[in-house]
């Protein structure tokens, strides 16, 4: 199953939120974007955050903007006619585009409640925070992310776990430890009646 997750930059209230269609995982997405915040200074990200322009998915990209992008994409997804949707699914690696300036991305904020939105990073600009969230109905599962379709088993709303929030500036080595370790103190294992 395919980790989903958002990037979430932060400045005067205002989110610019880019989707992460797989490998949202700390050891994935997360390392990208500690090394992110660890090679620009809080004033170099809120440059590229002023940079961004937000565009809906249903929006048609533009030739200059399929070429530009298709950087981001393996060669072989490549197709002469792709959208939003399709660029982001094959994204190699979300954070590229925001460190390179590219101007435009995808305004994925109504995506941060779903179920499916399992990681959560928010690089934080006015209180230079770096923020990690778990969510989604895994946090119930014991040691798998599979999840039942049966979902009369999971209460109907499940709220996102903090998982670590680290100066931007000063992020720990041992990040990765303190949010795998507060993960699994805060994971629900389901076992069986004896």
């Not at 809080?42 to 322009?53: F, H, M, R, V």
């Not at 709220?159 to 680290?166: H, L, M, N």
């Amino acid at each position: 199953m395919s980790k989903k997750g958002i990037l979430v930059l932060q400045k005067n209230g205002v989110d610019k939120a880019c989707y992460c269609h797989r490998n949202a995982q700390l050891r994935a997405l997360g390392n990208r974007v500690v090394r992110f915040c660890r090679e620009q200074t809080p004033e170099e990200i809120s440059a590229l955050y002023d940079g961004i322009t937000l565009v809906d998915e249903a929006d048609p990209m533009t030739p200059e903007q399929q070429s530009a992008y298709r950087r981001y994409m393996p060669e072989e997804t490549w197709k002469d006619d792709f959208d939003w949707p399709y660029a982001l699914r094959y994204t190699r690696n979300i954070v590229d585009p925001i460190r390179d300036g590219f101007p435009y991305m995808v305004d994925y904020q109504t995506f941060i409640p779903g179920w499916r939105c399992r990681w959560q990073y928010y690089i934080n600009l006015d209180h230079e925070t770096f923020t990690i969230y778990k969510h989604g109905l895994e946090i119930l599962c014991a040691e798998t992310d599979e999840i039942s379709t049966d979902k009369s088993i999971y209460p109907a709303d499940i709220q996102r776990v903090e998982v670590g929030c680290f100066s931007l500036t000063d992020i720990p080595e041992d990040w990765l430890e303190i949010c795998e370790r507060t993960y699994c103190s805060k994971r629900l294992v389901l076992i069986e009646n004896a």
